[in-house]
């Protein structure tokens, strides 16, 4: 019995192993039948020269598309929204490079005022002016211009530059007269230029014959006509409408008004044609070119007014990687008018930039198509070209049998 119940095991154990294969081939034998793409056998596969056209073609215009499709997929696209701009931000930077072929350095200043007129306070700044030849080639070392505005002298009001040069005074062996300008913080004028800056820094109007202080002997009209100035640098202001301008004479305000002192020149004197090398507000964007950059503006005549009005757009740049870019866009509009000659006189030669901020904000975001986006349209480009290339195949051959038989039949015409 033992003997009968083992042998009855390996022969259900024999069946078991051949009705797996078998239950295998019936089920490969189902899903040949749901195969819609029947093959011929190749002895029966007829080629033809129109057919071996039709699928040059068509692999080129499917190569064609591919490529396009590809470069598309590699493509970064740049979409553009406006929002209403809720950031905050406390300052506003101007970055600036202006050339004056036609005007010393030591007789152009640079002043900035509010929306409401008032000057500006507390500007972090880093101006220099360099002195150019009438080529435009430099004659000297760039000098730190340390007075922005008219803000008084005191130690609140003072960077850097202003606490070195003091310090400079103190060591010097001579120590200029101001006639009568000096403050604590100044007590030494030993240039012309320091004190034009005395009697402005105390608002004082310069006499017309500056040759009567001695370190102003030998700078006349000449020297104004014989040497160029290029002022750049970079400013920090509150976030709010304003201007500045880079204007001749010393700078100061009598009551409230905000006056230069012309003297011993008169407006016409000066020429203030320029040059924007760069102007631009907060972080530059390499796809966009600022429309003030590389404008020139060249005249014969003096005394005139160069006025540009700044419609100020905020814009945030998102990268496709997710990095974030704040920067600002501008509309300009020029105006030029003839200048008065009267110290007191809202219209005095100079380059005049008045700035306004828009309470809309430009957003541009980098984005790119989906790999599935990508694999669908191969897909279609494929399936079509392939379905109409076999259609029109299967056209050319129909019409050629039926032309061949025709003409056995000798009824071609």
Not at 300 to 309: I, P
Request: aromatic share 10%; net charge positive; with cysteine.
């Amino acid at each position: 019995k033992k003997y009968r119940s083992r042998e009855g095991a390996i022969v259900k154990l024999l069946f078991s192993l051949i009705k797996k294969p078998l239950g295998n081939l019936r089920m490969l034998d189902k899903l040949k039948k749901l195969d819609a793409y029947p093959k011929t056998l190749e002895d029966f596969r007829i080629k033809t020269l129109g057919g071996g056209a039709v699928t040059l073609v068509s692999s080129i215009i499917m190569l064609v598309l591919f490529v396009s499709e590809l470069r598309d997929y590699l493509r970064i696209e740049i979409t553009e929204d406006l929002y209403v701009d809720m950031t905050r931000y406390n300052k506003l930077t101007i970055k600036f490079d202006v050339y004056f072929p036609a005007i010393a350095c030591e007789y152009l200043g640079l002043d900035l005022a509010d929306t409401s007129g008032q000057q500006h306070k507390d500007v972090a700044h880093s101006v220099y002016k360099l002195r150019l030849n009438l080529d435009g080639h430099p004659i000297d070392e760039p000098v730190r211009q340390d007075n922005i505005g008219t803000k008084n002298m005191t130690q609140e009001t003072l960077d850097d530059g202003d606490l070195q040069r003091k310090a400079v005074t103190k060591k010097a062996s001579i120590c200029g007269s101001c006639y009568g300008a000096e403050t604590e913080l100044r007590r030494c004028c030993n240039t012309c230029q320091e004190v034009r800056e005395a009697y402005g820094s105390i608002g004082w109007e310069l006499p017309t014959d500056l040759a009567d202080f001695e370190q102003c002997k030998g700078h006349t009209e000449g020297v104004l006509l014989k040497e160029g100035c290029q002022i750049y640098g970079k400013l920090k202001v509150a976030r709010i409408g304003g201007s500045f301008h880079v204007a001749p004479g010393i700078s100061y305000d009598r009551g409230h008004f905000h006056v230069h002192d012309l003297k011993p020149f008169s407006a016409k004197d000066f020429n203030v044609s320029h040059t924007f090398n760069e102007f631009s507000f907060g972080k530059r964007l390499d796809s966009l070119t600022p429309p003030l950059q590389s404008i020139q503006e060249i005249s014969d005549e003096g005394g005139l007014m160069y006025k540009y009005y700044l419609k100020i757009v905020p814009t945030k740049y998102i990268k496709y990687g997710g990095e974030v870019l704040h920067s600002y866009q501008y509309s300009v509009t020029r105006h030029i008018k003839r200048s008065g000659d009267n110290i007191m006189s809202q219209d005095l030669p100079g380059l005049y930039v008045h700035y306004e901020l828009s309470p809309m904000m430009v957003v541009y975001t980098e984005t790119s198509r989906s790999f599935g986006q990508f694999a669908t349209s191969v897909c279609a480009i494929i399936g079509g070209v392939f379905t109409v290339a076999s259609l029109l195949d299967s056209f050319l051959y129909k019409s050629a049998k039926l032309l061949q038989k025709k003409t056995q039949l000798g009824k071609v015409f």
